[in-house]
T-cell receptor, first 114, second 112 residues
Framework: NAGVTQTPKFRVLKTGQSMTLLCAQD?????MYWYRQDPGMGLRLIHY???????AKGEVPDGYNVSRLKKQNFLLGLESAAPSQTSVYFC?????????????FGDGTRLSIL | RKEVEQDPGPFNVPEGATVAFNCTYS??????FFWYRQDCRKEPKLLMS???SGNEDGRFTAQLNRASQYISLLIRDSKLSDSATYLC?????????????FGTGTRLTIIP
């Protein structure tokens, strides 16, 4: 079982460039999430989706966009990369709302913005 | 006050010892609590949920103290493989049922 797969694993961008991070899950989960993790700050929710075709803002959505065109995929876009977006990005999915269901995480994307 | 606070550690504990750490949360109406484990440069993984009556999973015991607004994790007979960062996770009700708030983690190192 692949679980949650993130691509790419590493990326270096220049300020102002754009890119898309891909998250794919093969567990037929309804809910998907994008987090960023920075030293000393814990994971912070960027955007999430409660089903195909739906997205919602999390705690730190500015500078990011997302799309959930297919149930198994959740894309995170950086419109114009900034050094402050240097971080480790994790995608997660869950069968239902995580009050009842655990979240399964991908192994992360390490992104550096120069 | 942060929504979820943890002692960052590090806790350096000899193999076989018992170790415990707490996590405090600010929203008294929070309903769901979890401990996740994160190995260095890896993704977080669910260790266990925390139930109101407390719960045990092998060498791990989780407890909830609503009066003092903290949860705890106790690890007995610690193994080298327990070395990791332990994340306290809370589902605050004001965000609905879709969001979790993560603590910054407590780093644990088990010493041979």
């Amino acid at each position: 079982n692949a679980g949650v797969t993130q691509t790419p694993k590493f990326r270096v961008l220049k300020t102002g460039q754009s890119m898309t991070l891909l998250c794919a899950q093969d567990m037929n989960h309804e809910y998907m999430y994008w987090y960023r993790q920075d030293p000393g700050m814990g994971l912070r929710l960027i955007h999430y989706s409660v089903g195909e075709g739906t997205t919602a803002k999390g705690e730190v959505p500015d500078g990011y966009n997302v799309s959930r065109l297919k149930k198994q995929n959740f894309l995170l876009g950086l419109e114009s990369a900034a050094p402050s977006q240097t971080s480790v990005y994790f995608c997660a999915s869950s069968l239902g709302a995580f009050g009842n269901q655990p979240q399964h995480f991908g192994d992360g994307t390490r992104l550096s913005i120069l | 006050r942060k929504e979820v606070e943890q002692d960052p550690g590090p806790f350096n504990v000899p193999e076989g010892a018992t170790v415990a750490f707490n996590c405090t949360y600010s929203n008294s109406a929070s309903q769901s609590f979890f401990w996740y484990r994160q190995d260095c440069r890896k993704e977080p993984k669910l260790l266990m949920s925390v139930y109101s009556s407390g719960n045990e999973d092998g060498r791990f015991t989780a407890q909830l103290n609503r009066a003092s607004q903290y949860i705890s994790l106790l690890i007995r007979d610690s193994k080298l493989s327990d070395s990791a960062t332990y994340l306290c996770v809370v589902n605050p009700p004001n965000f609905g049922n879709e969001k979790l708030t993560f603590g910054t983690g407590t780093r644990l190192t088990i010493i041979p």
